[in-house]
């Protein structure tokens, strides 16, 4: 086996060089799939992952699944079955939830352009619409009026604190397209309420991929302490606090998995305070990438290899149309590759420098570059691991018009 930065997945690494994945050989895999490139996503993973979250986040406290990381029917069928419900962010993604039996209830939306037909949706069957904007709430209530329903909402807080470190991405702490800003809220909060939107408390989205349980205990801290103070200031009831999610994975040995259960430590001792003033305020955390990040792998077939001025190309038939984040084209601040492994290859087998050239016509499609692997011939099979999360979704499939590869959930 050689593996490139994966200290954490050590289970999947030892399969794959076995060329196995979550118990099945990988070319039994690829004849399922019925070509090469697929992507395969464990099922018994994501549920022993929920269940880790489960355990460590304190009695109570409601899961959502955010169907923006993975939106794919089978997957989102199965994790029904073991959250508690669905942040979603588009009206397919509303409709994917309610396909997959959810109760309207249990669905949060957020964006921050929802269109009208999406907000006539939202209203029409109940889901909970987080606000984004006075104008967002305006045109809901004109929306609810015509329905003649009061739908419940969320006004989504963009929080003043500003030194959240260890976030790849932040949402909060600086002028954002996301939320209201925390100090506007008073007055629109006292507008909601003497609406007839039925106003159920609020949603704090703060980043996302941290990998810091310390940065996330303080962002709830943080969030619990606004959601009081705006509660006694604007004199409403929060029946509801969704803290957001932002639990990241590692990506590369640098990296370290986050400490699942100090976060649920923290959160513990921060809800403690909260309820002894507010009980009966139902606690959400939302997550994505953490629940199915891990669990999915990007398989692709080695079309060519090359020698340009003496570095070694591995030409492949898949790419950034599939794999957009491991190309690094996905916004990174710093490309760095993802885990990846040769199926099937011996530990012991000597390892040359390779680039991974995806087959797309452009100089920006690599799935790695510089990457040490045991020396691939034609056929072989490379393997991405963390493929689970905005994979193929975040991917531009229709770039160079290849079709779409399929997924499996084994
Ligand atoms: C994208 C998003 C999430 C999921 O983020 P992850 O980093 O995948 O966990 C959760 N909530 C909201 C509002 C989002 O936009």
């Not at 990007?298 to 570095?311: F, I, N, Q, T």
Request: charged letters at 20%; hydrophobic letters at 45%.
């Amino acid at each position: 086996m050689n593996v490139i930065g994966a200290t954490h997945q050590l289970d999947t690494f030892e399969e794959i060089a076995q060329s196995r994945f979550a118990g099945h050989d990988l070319r039994v895999l690829s004849e399922r799939a019925g070509q090469t490139p697929f992507f395969a996503y464990d099922r018994q993973r994501i549920a022993t992952r929920v269940a880790a979250v489960r355990r460590a986040l304190p009695m109570g406290v409601h899961l959502l699944y955010s169907i923006k990381a993975n939106p794919w029917t089978p997957l989102v069928h199965h994790l029904k079955g073991l959250v508690d419900g669905f942040d979603v962010s588009s009206a397919s993604e509303l409709r994917a939830a309610l396909d997959a039996g959810a109760a309207p209830a249990d669905i949060t939306f957020a964006g921050p352009g929802k269109r009208d037909e999406e907000l006539r949706l939202a209203a029409a069957v109940g889901a909970v619409v987080s606000l984004e904007s006075a104008s967002e709430f305006l045109r809901f209530n004109t929306i609810a009026d015509d329905l003649n329903v009061s739908p419940p909402v969320l006004l989504r807080v963009n929080p003043a604190l500003n030194d959240l470190q260890g976030a790849a991405l932040r949402m909060g702490g600086a002028a954002r397209q996301f939320g209201v800003d925390e100090g506007e809220c008073v007055p629109l909060l006292r507008r909601i309420s003497g609406s007839r939107l039925n106003f159920q408390g609020f949603h704090i989205f703060w980043g996302s991929q941290c990998l810091r349980a310390d940065t996330i205990a303080g962002a709830h801290a943080y969030s619990l302490e606004m959601v009081q103070a705006l509660s006694d200031d604007a004199g409403v009831v929060p029946r509801r606090v969704n803290l957001g999610g932002g639990f990241g994975i590692p990506y590369s040995a640098k990296d370290s998995p986050l400490d699942l259960a100090a976060v649920g430590a923290g959160l513990a001792t921060k809800l403690a305070n909260f309820e002894r003033r507010r009980q009966g305020t139902q606690v959400i955390i939302e997550l994505g990438r953490y629940l199915v990040g891990e669990a999915g792998i990007y398989v692709c077939r080695v079309l060519d290899r090359k020698v340009s001025r003496d570095e070694t190309f591995l030409v492949v038939d898949g790419g950034m149309h599939h794999q957009l984040a491991a190309s690094g084209n996905l916004g990174q601040r710093l490309p760095r590759n993802y885990p990846l492994a040769l199926a099937g290859k011996a530990p012991s087998d000597e390892a040359e420098q390779v680039h991974i050239a995806g087959c797309l016509c452009t100089s920006i499609d690599f799935l790695a570059r510089s990457a040490k692997l045991p020396r691939a011939e034609v056929g072989d099979f490379i393997v991405i691991a963390q493929s689970g999360a905005y994979g193929l979704t975040a991917s531009p499939t229709g770039f160079l018009s290849h079709p779409r590869p399929p997924e499996l959930l084994v």
